[in-house]
């Protein structure tokens, strides 16, 4: 770090001949001039020391029958002097601080991490609906009263925290570890063998969905404020959102294109028949034997089923065992 400062503010090597050196050093050291790095030469000797220092060192040399002479400069004040008369550079340097001083006082990316149950999508929406988003000052968010609020809303939260890290709010999540839904989860760990039932429930009057129509809507971002490109927007069914921004070095810059999409959907009733009805009931007993016996064999398996006007109710028994 000393050598760095030393660098920022300046410094020459220079060197002392044709005089007493000991006694021009003897006298400097005496009125507390820091003088460094002395190596001696035939002539005299060389050495370090700052430019204000430098300056008052030709009235010592004097003095003891010798001069100085710079060798080499160091530092940014030699770097900076052949721009001393462009004032427009100067001026461009202060405007860039300024500037970036300025934008780092807005939020321009939100980052999501540890979140696995909840979707990003979810929190999200979540976040700007309580002014954590692209665009807004640092100093207009409460990031301790929206940390508590996210965990008063989310069961699936048990600790969370938003990190300011220059322009990105990095908000770092903790889900709760979950519980064993019965006594089949402990069985299914320690028995080899065991026994389970399930039942599973389809109703006789299906929706099939269709989407009748899709439209797009944009608007542009530029910094703080959102402009749409249309005159009058629908709200559908499903909303879908999208962004992109500008981005340099990785870094988003706040303009860029907002773009949502409404999908308009619409629902046609049909009746199944009993046959059809047994078959939908089927398939969802077979989603579900799959994922309650992941890493099972089914030994045996027996089911009945009861059907009326409205619904079938399918039950089924099984008797597992551990894979080898």
């Known amino acids: 770090m000393i050598g760095f400062f030393r660098w920022i503010f300046g410094y020459v090597r220079f060197s002392f001949t044709g005089g007493f050196a000991e006694d021009f050093l003897t006298e400097c050291f005496a009125d ?15 050495a370090c020391c700052n430019l204000r220092i430098y300056k008052k060192l030709h009235h010592y040399a004097f003095r003891h029958g010798g001069k100085v002479r710079v060798r080499k400069k160091r530092g940014l004040p030699f770097i900076l002097l052949p721009l001393k008369n462009r004032i427009g550079f100067f001026m461009g340097m202060l405007a860039f601080v300024v500037i970036i001083s300025f934008l780092s006082c807005f939020i321009w990316n939100v980052e999501i991490v540890g979140n696995d149950r909840i979707s990003e999508t979810t929190i999200s929406v979540y976040l700007e609906n309580h002014n954590i988003k692209s665009g807004v000052m640092w100093s207009s968010v409460s990031r301790d ?7 008063s809303e989310f069961d699936d939260i048990s600790w969370v925290h938003i990190n300011k890290m220059g322009s990105t709010a990095r908000v770092e999540i903790n889900e709760t570890r979950l519980a064993d839904k019965d006594g089949d989860e402990d069985k299914l760990k320690g028995i080899d063998v065991f026994r ?48 992109s921004y500008l981005t340099v070095k990785d870094t988003k810059l706040p303009i860029g294109i907002t773009e949502s999409e409404e999908q308009f959907l619409a629902s046609e009733s049909r009746i199944l028949t009993d046959e059809e009805l047994l078959a939908l009931a089927e398939k969802k007993l077979g989603y579900q034997e799959e994922q309650e016996f992941d890493g099972f064999e089914i030994i045996n398996k027996t089911q009945s089923h009861e059907t009326d006007a409205d619904k079938c109710v399918l039950s089924a028994s099984y008797i597992t065992r551990r894979k080898s």
């Open 145 to 151: 009263e929206v940390c508590w609020d996210m965990m």
């Open 32 to 46: 507390g001039m820091e003088i460094r790095d002395v190596v001696r030469n035939s002539d005299g000797f060389d």
């Open 196 to 243: 389970k039932e399930l039942q599973v429930v389809a109703y006789r009057e299906q929706k099939d969905i269709t989407v009748k129509s899709i439209k797009t809507y944009k608007r542009l971002r530029f910094f703080t404020a959102d402009i749409p490109l249309y005159l009058k927007k629908e709200t559908g069914d499903i909303s879908q959102q999208s962004e």
